[in-house]
């Protein structure tokens, strides 16, 4: 994993080149062959907001609880233009409904979704794309 620049790992047809997030979802791909092995590739980093909402109240399991009182936070469905799909991810920490705008440029960040005695448990989230970068 590159803290760094992380990158979300997807898959891609080989019959339709159609793109798959995670790797083997089931799609609706016609023109993809039924129960063909999908190419394992790493997706774009970046993507623009298509939309976006806040999670006001704790979700259901298996998400997991790290602090209470519970903290809403943002859900943003991101446009990965190359691969012509959307993914829907949380926002970073700290993100209020209103930084958010329909068009913005975000990436893929890591985040500590738990941990415990021996290991740190890392989730991939979006944030604002950083000033300076590319």
Same mark, same amino acid.
């Given at each position: ?8 790992? &997807? ?27 999908? @190419? ?11 939309? +976006? ?9 298996? +998400? /997991? /609880? ?17 691969? &012509?799909?959307?993914?829907? &991810? ?15 440029? $975000?990436?893929?960040?890591?985040? $500590?979704? +738990?941990?415990? &005695? @021996? +290991?740190?448990?890392? $989730? ?11």
């Amino acid at each position: 994993m590159d803290a760094a620049n992380p990158t979300l790992i &997807g898959g891609k047809s080989r019959s339709s080149g159609s793109y798959y997030f995670p790797k083997d979802l089931a799609g609706n791909d016609q023109e993809a062959a039924s129960n063909e092995s999908r @190419e394992e590739v790493f997706l774009s980093r970046e993507g623009k907001v298509w939309s +976006y909402t806040s999670a006001d109240y704790p979700p259901a399991l298996p +998400y /997991i /609880i790290t602090e209470e009182p519970f903290k809403p936070f943002v859900i943003a469905a991101v446009e990965l233009e190359k691969e &012509g799909m959307v993914i829907c &991810g949380q926002m970073m920490p700290g993100i209020q409904i209103s930084d958010m705008e329909v068009g913005m440029n $975000v990436q893929v960040a890591l985040d $500590v979704l +738990y941990e415990d &005695g @021996e +290991y740190q448990y890392m $989730v991939w989230k979006w944030e604002p794309v950083r000033k300076g970068h590319g």
